[in-house]
């Protein structure tokens, strides 16, 4: 036999169907609501631990420089120190004054080389041993982050193990309603649920009011609703409502919840006080 075409339902069958599907998907809700916010908070410290792991790899590039620097001061200052060497060697061999001034200009130029190339190593050793500092602390809260989401991940993973199957049953399920349900009023229905805060895209109607902003509806309104002619939304949320008797919720009465008071007449109190 072939299967019936969505678009060849009933109005009153693609309510149903969408009913069975809202109830379906909140069920699913529900079991990643068991969840609480272990998974933000494990996405939180995976966010923490690659910006810390970003800044332990810029800091160890900082150190890395500073000690190329360091090295490449050390290579400069032998440069100039042979230098000194071979000037003051020259000085002894020197035929005139103007030659005598220029060696002792450049043994004091390489001198002052020497000396500029100390301090740039000092400060450059200086700088290492902070960012090493820094390096060590960084390293630490990133440990710290790790045991963290390590503990994080193996409670969320019990949680996940004990809804795992039933959640995926439950998708199976949501699926084959879907199938059921006409494309675009899948998609509608889809968009309305996106944007409801707490996920309702088809409500029944509780006391004269949408089940999903609680918002009165007009008489005519909840006739339209019952007679199933056509898919009434309500005016305020958007969500498409259903009467409670085709959602297969029994709606108890006020007259049933609140037994009538015998209201005592003020002849029958005064007779009592008589």
Not at 23 to 37: M, N
Not at 235 to 255: F, H, N, W
Request: with cysteine; glycine share 4%.
């Amino acid at each position: 036999m072939a299967k019936k075409d969505p678009k060849d339902f009933t109005v009153e069958e693609k309510l149903k169907y969408l009913y069975q599907l809202q109830t379906t998907l909140s069920e699913i809700d529900d079991k990643k609501a068991l969840r609480g916010e272990l998974p933000l908070e494990v996405q939180d410290l995976e966010d923490e631990i690659e910006g810390l792991t970003t800044r332990v790899q810029k800091i160890q590039n900082e150190v890395d420089e500073f000690q190329k620097a360091v090295v490449q001061k050390k290579g400069d200052i032998e440069k100039a120190k042979a230098s000194v060497e071979r000037y003051e060697a020259q000085l002894n061999e020197v035929k005139n004054n103007r030659e005598y001034d220029t060696l002792t200009k450049e043994i004091e130029y390489q001198k002052l080389e020497i000396e500029l190339c100390e301090k740039k190593i000092k400060e450059a050793t200086k700088r290492v041993e902070e960012r090493t500092e820094d390096l060590k602390k960084a390293q630490e809260a990133i440990d710290d982050k790790q045991k963290d989401l390590t503990g994080k991940k193996a409670e969320l993973d019990d949680i996940l193990q004990e809804t795992r199957e039933e959640e995926e049953q439950l998708r199976e399920k949501a699926k084959e309603i879907e199938l059921k349900i006409e494309p675009r009023l899948l998609t509608s229905f889809k968009r309305i649920r996106k944007n409801a805060r707490n996920g309702l895209g088809i409500v029944y109607v509780q006391r004269d009011a949408c089940g999903g902003c609680f918002n009165k509806i007009p008489p005519q309104r909840q006739l339209d609703v019952k007679m199933h002619k056509k898919i009434i939304v309500c005016e305020y949320c958007g969500r498409i409502m259903i009467d409670p008797e085709l959602a297969g919720v029994k709606i108890v009465s006020q007259t049933e919840e609140k037994p009538k008071r015998r209201r005592s007449s003020r002849k029958a109190a005064a007779e009592e006080e008589a």
